[in-house]
C-alpha cells in the first residue's frame, strides 16, 4: 500500500533522530532510494545501495542501550501500534515476516507486556483477546497472561540463548521495523478506549443458530474435500459449500430487511477483518483471496509489506469467504504437489506462482457457477424482491470500500510461465464440481 508523503516525513524525522543516539548498536533499515541524500554519512550512518535498486540500506553503528530502556522502547513502539490500527496478531505476523521466528518471540513478549499492563484480557474488545490466545500470551483457563514482566526483554534472551553481543543487535532490528510500521485502518476499538470491562461487549455480531448451524456444515463440507485423493469429489463438496453459502447469505440480507422494516435495527452492518497471509507466493495467495472474496460480494485490500489482506463486507459473507480460502490453500497445495510429482522440472517457483493464480482462476468461474444456482434458488423463493437487495448491499460495501481505502490501487499485472498456467487450470477445471458433466472452457 502506498504512503502519503507526510508518512515518510514522519518517518524522516524519527531516523535523523535516531541517528544521533548515543546507544544504538548495530541495525539495517530499508528505506526509499530518494531519502537518501537526506543522510549524510559520517561517524553514526554510512549508506550503500541494497538489493532492490529504489531502496538504500542504513547502517548505524555506536552504543548499546541498557535495561530497561530497551524494554521501554519496545512497550512505546507497541502501545503507539496499537492506538493507529495494528492489533496483537498484526504485529507477530509482521515480525515473522520480516525478521527471525526468535524475534518475533520478543514482540510477542512486548505484547505480553502491554496487555499485562493494561489488563487487556478483561478490557479489550473479545476478539483482541482471542488473538492474545493464539500467540501464546494469555490463557484463558488460568485466567492469566504469560511472560510480559518486567525486563521481558532480557528474559527473551535468557529464554532463546543468544549471546550477549547478539542481543541489541537483534532488538534493535525489531524496534526498527515497528518504527516503520505505517498506520492503518483501525478495525478494533483501541487501548485508549477500552472501557472498565469487556464484558458483554463483542468485537462483530453475535452468530445466530441459523448462522451456527450452517458454518458448521460448510467446514465439515471443506473438511471433507480437503480430506479426499479424488479431485472430482473435492469439488463437489466445495460447490455444495459454496452453493450455502450464497443461499445463507441471501437468506440472511432478506432478514435484515424485513427486520428493519418492522422497526428493528436493520441487520449487521459492514465491517472488516484481516487475513493474514504467510510466504512463500504471497501476492498469488492475496490474489486467490481476492478472486473468492468477489465471488462472494467482498472487497480485498492486499498491503504487501504488512502482508495481510483487508477484507471488507458483510459479517457472514467475510466469514464464510475465509473459511473458503482456508480450505482452497490446503487443496491448492495438494493439486500443486501432484503436478510436480509427475514432472520434476515443475519445482521451479515460476511453475508454482502460474500454478496457484491460474487453479485460483478457473476455481473461481467454477465457484461463480455454484453461486448462481443459489441465487436461482433464491429467487424461487422471494421473486422479485431479491434483486433490489442485493444492488443495495452491493452498492453499500463499495461504498464504505471507496469511504475507506481511498487510495488503493490494482495490484501491477505480471507475466507467470506457461506450463503452471495450463497445470493449474487442468487440475482446477478437470473435476466435476456437481454437475452431471464438466464445466466448459474458462472465458
Not at 491448492?332 to 485460483?360: E, H, I, N
Request: with cysteine.
Amino acid at each position: 500500500m502506498a504512503q502519503s508523503a507526510e508518512w515518510y516525513d514522519e518517518m524522516y524525522t524519527m531516523l535523523s533522530n535516531l541517528c544521533r543516539v548515543e546507544r544504538v548498536l548495530v541495525a539495517k533499515v530499508s528505506l526509499p532510494a530518494r531519502w537518501g541524500n537526506r543522510f549524510g554519512v559520517g561517524r553514526h550512518c554510512t549508506a550503500a545501495t541494497g538489493a532492490h535498486p529504489s531502496f538504500t540500506i542504513l547502517t548505524m553503528t555506536t552504543h548499546a542501550p541498557q535495561q530497561p530502556e530497551t524494554d521501554e522502547r519496545l512497550a512505546a513502539c507497541i502501545e503507539h501500534l496499537f492506538e493507529h490500527g495494528w492489533q496483537p496478531a498484526d504485529l507477530v505476523h509482521l515480525a515473522r515476516q520480516h525478521t527471525t521466528q526468535r524475534q518475533s518471540r520478543l514482540v510477542a513478549s512486548a505484547i505480553a507486556h502491554h496487555a499485562r499492563r493494561t489488563d487487556a484480557p478483561h478490557r479489550a474488545p473479545h476478539h483482541w483477546v482471542q488473538q492474545l490466545v493464539d500467540i501464546g500470551v494469555f490463557d484463558p483457563a488460568a485466567d492469566r497472561v504469560v511472560g510480559g514482566h518486567a525486563g521481558f526483554t532480557a528474559k527473551w534472551a535468557n529464554t532463546e540463548r543468544i549471546h550477549p553481543d547478539d542481543v541489541q543487535a537483534a532488538v534493535l532490528q525489531v524496534e526498527q521495523l515497528l518504527r516503520l510500521a505505517p498506520r492503518i485502518a483501525v478495525l478494533l476499538t483501541p487501548p485508549r478506549l477500552w472501557t472498565a470491562t469487556n464484558r458483554g461487549l463483542s468485537s462483530e455480531p453475535v452468530a445466530s443458530t441459523a448462522d451456527a448451524k450452517v458454518l458448521r456444515t460448510v467446514r465439515a463440507l471443506l473438511a471433507q474435500a480437503e480430506g479426499t485423493d479424488f479431485e472430482a469429489e473435492a469439488d463437489t463438496f466445495t460447490a455444495k459449500a459454496q452453493e450455502m453459502m450464497t443461499r445463507h447469505s441471501i437468506d440472511a440480507a432478506m432478514l435484515a430487511v424485513d427486520a428493519h422494516a418492522a422497526g428493528a435495527v436493520g441487520g449487521a452492518g459492514i465491517t472488516s477483518r484481516r487475513v493474514h497471509i504467510e510466504n512463500p507466493y504471497a501476492p498469488e495467495k492475496a490474489t486467490f483471496l481476492s478472486m473468492l472474496a468477489e465471488v462472494n460480494g467482498v472487497r480485498c485490500v492486499w498491503s504487501d509489506w504488512c502482508g495481510f489482506a483487508t477484507l471488507m463486507g458483510f459479517p457472514v459473507d467475510l466469514q464464510l469467504t475465509e473459511l473458503l480460502f482456508t480450505s482452497l490453500l490446503v487443496q491448492a497445495a495438494q493439486s500443486s504437489a501432484q503436478a510436480v510429482s509427475k514432472d520434476p522440472r515443475r519445482k521451479a517457483p515460476t511453475f508454482k506462482r502460474a500454478f496457484l493464480v491460474s487453479f485460483a482462476n478457473r476455481i473461481a468461474e467454477r465457484l461463480e457457477e455454484a453461486g448462481r444456482a443459489g441465487r436461482s434458488d433464491a429467487e424461487a423463493t422471494y421473486g422479485s424482491a431479491l434483486a433490489p437487495v442485493l444492488a443495495n448491499r452491493a452498492t453499500a460495501v463499495e461504498a464504505a470500500y471507496t469511504a475507506a481505502f481511498p487510495n488503493v490501487k490494482p495490484m501491477r499485472s505480471r507475466s507467470y510461465d506457461a506450463a503452471g498456467w495450463w497445470a493449474g487450470r487442468a487440475a482446477a477445471d478437470h473435476a466435476d464440481i456437481g454437475a452431471s458433466t464438466s464445466l466448459p472452457g474458462g472465458r
